[in-house]
């Protein structure tokens, strides 16, 4: 470089050199000869000439120093998957925006974990301040994520952190939670590739009692179902998925003994070791999908809803088949053997809500960015492969306080979408249409209903409707 500079200053002073002699002679030319046009142009044709062609090499240098090769965007591939379309590419679009981590908090740790989980970068620990402070311990921290060494860095503004919010940050970084109750043999034997159809995962709580008899009774029901329009149906399985809520976890009364009453008479519940508030039902996807893993990989779908949403289970089944139907075609032309449905009411761009009145608000301090593509967590359906990868996935995505962006978050790691069916209401049909069977012929599932609304509704539902 220093030698390209020297010469391009030479350069640059004989440009100078021969211009001042050019305008010299211009001057004495002239001088002496009384100057007509023709002479003068004479003299000055050579000066000009060679001034051109100092200029153009001096650009010609300039322009061949400036040139750099076009930047390459490179995708990481997370660790340990060559690449295969098991993990996406580095997302690019504005959500996990790198450019945000500045001031939020879950995006600063994100960016730690893709930090780490990526092969270029990976071992490199002298990256940004919460890599640093978290790569070191977070190996002993899974078996012990209580301990303060674990907790989140405290950012700055901590403290201005609604109540809720601070609760959750305090232990986002744990999601290993003992299972009270089981139902190890719920999907049948492990071995035996003869699964339910379709897995129903309800999020209830343990005092919601009512909801669960009145879904056990209507549309949750555990057996053979029957499809709707055609007479295939299939078996459904279903599970409540419960955290803690008694005396040690908030002015709750202890329902414990019910509860396993309720247990000893369906066997039905799915129950974790941490407290049931609305920041910790992320931690019921994850766990569910680990037992899922565990214990139920022979079912097909998964349904995960609300104990207030009311299901048409046999139309579910038909579309279901349908689907199975033409994956099986896909997968006689392309040799895809995954199966990768997910599907619900589809939100699009949503941005967090910063209303600090509200229970969803999301604070700025602690994410930016618009949301992913995500389904509305009254109700959504999943094929079992695609609960599999999701689990796996969402150890590289750290927890977010709501459920259902959660899962759109996993989603979009992935490399996959959400689509989105008409037939998911999460926010229920017209007032005067809410008893009208005919108004439900093209619903999958509305949100919401009382367990008496459901009872009201199966029974209007089972007689076969009249002119519509
Ligand atoms: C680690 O990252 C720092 C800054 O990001 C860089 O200066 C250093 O060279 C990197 N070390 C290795 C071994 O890649
Ligand atoms: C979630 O549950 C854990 C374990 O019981 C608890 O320590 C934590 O405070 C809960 N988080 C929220 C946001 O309630
Ligand atoms: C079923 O299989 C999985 C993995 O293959 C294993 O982790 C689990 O313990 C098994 N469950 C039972 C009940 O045998
Ligand atoms: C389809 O899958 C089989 C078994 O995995 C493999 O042997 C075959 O080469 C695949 N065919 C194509 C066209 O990918």
């Known amino acids: 470089m220093p030698q390209v500079t020297v010469s391009l200053i030479s350069i640059g002073s004989s440009y100078t050199c021969a211009c001042l002699i050019c305008i010299l002679a211009m001057g004495r030319c002239c001088k002496y000869c009384r100057c007509n046009g023709r002479l003068l142009c004479m003299c000055l044709l050579p000066c000009m000439m060679t001034a051109h062609l100092l200029l153009y090499i001096l650009v010609s240098i300039l322009v061949t120093i400036s040139y750099s090769p076009p930047k390459i965007n490179i995708h990481y591939i997370a660790s340990g998957i060559s690449a295969n379309s098991e993990l996406a590419s580095h997302p690019r679009g504005p959500f996990w925006n790198l450019r945000l981590e500045d001031s939020a908090l879950w995006n600063q740790l994100q960016h730690s974990w893709d930090r780490q989980h990526n092969p270029v970068l990976r071992g490199n620990k002298t990256g940004i301040m919460s890599a640093k402070l978290l790569a070191e311990n977070e190996d002993e921290c899974v078996s012990d994520c209580m301990s303060h060494k674990c907790s989140v860095p405290r950012t700055h503004d901590f403290n201005s952190f609604p109540e809720q919010m601070r609760v959750f940050v305090q232990s986002m970084h744990c999601r290993e939670y003992a299972l009270l109750i089981n139902q190890p043999g719920i999907c049948g034997n492990n071995d035996s590739s003869f699964g339910p159809m379709l897995l129903m995962a309800i999020k209830s709580q343990v005092g919601n009692f009512e909801n669960r008899q009145a879904i056990r009774e209507t549309w949750g029901r555990s057996g053979l179902v ?243």
């Open 226 to 468: 029957k499809g709707e329009s055609t007479k295939k149906g299939g078996l459904v399985r279903t599970v409540f998925l419960l955290g803690r809520q008694d005396s040690s976890t908030g002015p709750h009364p202890d329902l414990k003994n019910l509860l396993e009453l309720e247990n000893q008479k369906y066997g039905d519940i799915l129950q974790w070791d941490f407290k049931d508030t609305f920041f910790n039902l992320t931690l019921k996807d994850l766990l569910f999908w680990q037992w899922l893993q565990q214990h139920c990989r022979s079912a097909m779908f998964v349904f995960k809803g609300d104990d207030d949403v009311f299901v048409r289970t046999g139309a579910l089944l038909d579309y279901l088949h349908k689907q199975w139907e033409e994956h099986n075609l896909w997968k006689a032309y392309t040799n895809e053997t995954e199966m990768n449905l997910f599907v619900g009411e589809v939100i699009n761009y949503a941005m967090p809500n910063r209303e600090p009145s509200t229970k969803y608000y999301i604070p700025e301090r602690f994410y930016k960015g618009v949301y992913p593509p995500y389904a509305g967590g009254g109700g959504v359906v999943y094929s079992v492969s695609l609960a599999l990868r999701l689990n796996e996935v969402s150890k590289r995505v750290r927890l977010f306080p709501i459920d259902d962006v959660y899962l759109g978050m996993c989603m979009y790691r992935l490399g996959l979408l959400p689509s989105h069916h008409p037939g998911f209401l999460t926010f229920d049909l017209p007032h005067n249409d809410r008893w009208n069977p005919c108004a439900y012929r093209s619903v999958l599932l509305v949100h919401r209903r009382s367990p008496k609304d459901m009872l009201t509704l199966w029974k209007k539902l089972q007689r076969p409707p009249g002119r519509c």
